[in-house]
T-cell receptor
Framework: QQQVKQSPQSLIVQKGGIPIINCAYE??????FPWYQQFPGKGPALLIA?????SEKKEGRFTISFNKSAKQFSLHIMDSQPGDSATYFC????????????FGSGTQLTVLP | KAGVTQTPRYLIKTRGQQVTLSCSPI?????VSWYQQTPGQGLQFLFE???????NKGNFPGRFSGRQFSNSRSEMNVSTLELGDSALYLC??????????????FGEGSRLTVL
């Protein structure tokens, strides 16, 4: 019940495309859903986060869509650039036994020039 | 403002040895969390410390331990190393405890290889 399932495992798009990464969870105690971006040799860095009281959040070219009833959330990257090539992790946390961040398995995104 | 600093960045140990990894959080941050990252298991939570107290612990054997000092610096220790302990160990700091109360700032990690 602590799992966060992420897909796809890898994704290749052309520059300007809109890659979409999906995540699903089961634990209804989760109430915080961040996305992290990780470049090779670096630690993950927070990209954008959402709480279940909103269905969508945009920050620059990055958008999170959240479907509470389906227990799913996704990351969209508008006008993707080669510099967006990285590994993206969704995550979730909540209260009580769910208070630590549970990460998805990661999506390796490649944006071709 | 300096980021999260982890030392050493790379180390090689043999089975049965023990290792200590160090983490200096961002100045003013009182919470430090540790994660293990491997290709097979991804990012897994080890433990979280706040004001020198362990607040939360992941599902790892007792060979994995940690502590936090009064200056918020943290160390983790792995005893009786096994081949499967080879991983990138990431430290993350935040101003207050609990990842859903604010952003976690990760260091670049300590890459441990066990031979």
């Amino acid at each position: 019940q602590q799992q966060v399932k992420q897909s796809p495992q890898s994704l290749i798009v052309q520059k300007g495309g809109i890659p979409i990464i999906n995540c699903a969870y089961e634990n209804t105690a989760f109430d915080y859903f961040p996305w992290y971006q990780q470049f090779p040799g670096k630690g993950p860095a927070l990209l954008i986060a959402i709480r279940p009281d909103v269905s969508e959040k945009k920050e620059g070219r990055f958008t999170i869509s959240f479907n509470k009833s389906a227990k799913q959330f996704s990351l969209h990257i508008m006008d993707s650039q080669p510099g967006d090539s990285a590994t993206y992790f969704c995550a979730a946390s909540g209260s009580g036994s769910a208070r630590q961040l549970t990460f998805g398995s990661g999506t390796q995104l490649t944006v071709l020039p | 403002k300096a980021g999260v600093t982890q030392t050493p960045r790379y180390l090689i140990k043999t089975r049965g040895q023990q290792v200590t990894l160090s983490c200096s959080p961002i100045s003013g941050h009182r919470s430090v969390s540790w994660y293990q990252q491997t290709p097979g298991q991804g990012l897994q939570f080890l433990f979280e410390y706040f004001s020198e107290t362990q607040r939360n612990k992941g599902n790892f054997p007792g060979r994995f331990s940690g502590r936090q000092f009064s200056n918020s610096r943290s160390e983790m220790n792995v005893s009786t190393l096994e081949l499967g302990d080879s991983a990138l160990y990431l430290c993350a700091s935040s101003f207050i405890a609990g990842p859903n109360t604010g952003e976690l700032f990760f260091g670049e990690g300590s890459r441990l290889t066990v031979l």
